[in-house]
């Protein structure tokens, strides 16, 4: 029995969407623009990377071309090589940029309603929310209370929040509240019990996701997010492909922080690891361990978390090419009637204003044993989840088709 794999490389666009001015994003390109600033030396670090952008495994398996059809130029330094498997670009249905949105379209579940966003204001939370969360939670108050940058405000606020044991709050132009605290002088499972309680507060506000951000450090020099991160998110309206995949008996193994974001829905096993290298090695570890018929999803975050939104061209670059340097690891362990579809949910364009996702384009790169090279032109989301159901033998959902 055919065993899938879902590799999601967290906010790697490939080019604006038609819907990219709705959101302020016409003209951003997270893959276009990183390779030209390499190519003009502007993604240059010394000691961490250096050139034009090289990703020869991933351009092998169709990513100029994807990109070429996604927005009608080849991003520097990719080629019009043969794709050694079907490529294209994915179009998200689903209202906003976010990533419970992307992920949940990818395994077949548009979101269908729009969700609840914070006011560009400061305060931007209602003083009702605030005060319940505090009273609830046995709070001295909060700090923020604001959108914000998440290593920016805790560079700010950090200082202020040891001393006064008030965590610090905060939202994006995502559909989220995130809660700052540090895992030392405040505590690690203190900090979860508050995103928990945050989580009930904001059911009826339709907000996607809490997510705890947990740091360290003793000053606003040397503060750092830790890999501690707890996303709390809604459950998807319907049942997914991992849902779908679980009812029929298979192995379903989410790794990174998929389990957070499905709300621990449809997963048979779950891996958390910190870091897109360890979680490549989760990857591998599962690639040979799940059973034929399994499905295995894995989510690379830091190519949103510490570049995207950081707006870090070179660290971006480097996470690009060091990726694309571990694929022939995965490419050489598959084994015959396996799939694997890389993809992503949403853009984070380095190059782009301000720190948040950018609405584009997503590369879609399907390959394995008797995956036949086509191109498949633009996308929905759900299709990627419908084809990997067709693949393992599943029914088909109610939303999307697969691919071939």
């Known amino acids: 029995m055919p065993r899938a794999f879902l590799l999601i490389m967290d906010s790697f666009g490939i080019g604006g969407a038609a819907d990219a001015g709705d959101y302020g994003d016409a003209g951003s390109d997270t893959l276009g623009h990183i390779a030209a600033a390499c ?10 990377r250096a050139g034009p952008l090289l990703l020869p495994h991933l351009d092998a398996l169709g ?15 990719l080629n019009r090589q043969p794709a050694a498997g079907a490529y294209g670009f994915g179009v998200e249905v689903s209202k906003g940029k976010d990533t419970p949105s992307g992920h949940w379209e990818l395994a077949g579940v548009p979101v269908p309603f729009d969700w609840g966003y914070f006011p560009v204001t400061v305060p931007c939370f209602p003083a009702d929310l605030i005060a319940e969360l505090v009273r609830l939670a046995g709070l001295p108050g909060i700090l923020g209370d604001k959108h914000a940058s998440g290593t920016e405000i805790i560079a700010e606020l950090g200082e ?47 907000i996607g996701r809490v997510i705890a951000r947990p740091f360290v450090g003793t000053s606003a020099a040397d503060f750092t997010r830790t890999g501690n991160r707890r996303d709390y998110a809604v459950p998807p309206p319907e049942p ?26 449809g997963l048979t096993q779950k891996v958390k690891a910190s870091g897109n290298s360890a979680l490549f090695d989760a990857t591998l570890v599962a690639q040979q361990e ?7 999803i894995a989510n690379f975050v830091d190519f949103d978390m510490n570049f995207g939104h950081r707006r870090d ?30 993809t992503a949910d949403h853009g984070c364009d380095p190059t782009w204003r301000g720190t ?19 191109a498949l032109g633009g996308r929905g989301f759900a299709d990627i989840g419908e084809t990997l159901a067709s693949h393992l033998r599943l029914a088909a959902g109610p939303h999307g088709k697969a691919m071939w």
């Open 290 to 296: 799940t059973m034929d018929g399994g499905l295995v």
């Open 63 to 77: 990513l100029g071309l994807a990109a070429e059809a996604s927005s009608g130029a080849l991003p520097v330094g």
């Open 240 to 265: 997914t492909l991992l849902d779908r995949a679980k009812a029929a008996g298979r192995a379903v193994v989410g790794i990174g922080k998929i389990s957070d974001i499905y709300a621990g829905s």
């Open 356 to 374: 948040d996702h950018t609405r584009e384009h997503v590369p879609i790169l399907a390959f394995g044993p008797g995956i036949a090279p086509q």
């Open 313 to 342: 061209v070179p660290g971006y670059a480097a996470a690009l090419e060091a990726f694309d340097a571990r694929l022939p690891e995965f490419v050489g362990a598959m084994r015959a009637g396996d799939l694997a579809i890389i």
């Open 160 to 206: 202020e929040h040891m001393r006064t044991g008030k965590p610090i709050v905060y939202t994006s132009a995502d559909s989220v509240i995130q809660i700052a605290a540090h895992e030392e002088t405040f505590g690690l499972e203190r900090l979860y019990d508050i995103c928990l309680i945050a989580r009930k507060l904001v059911d009826p506000l339709t």
């Open 39 to 48: 190519a003009a030396g502007r993604g240059d670090r010394h000691g961490l």
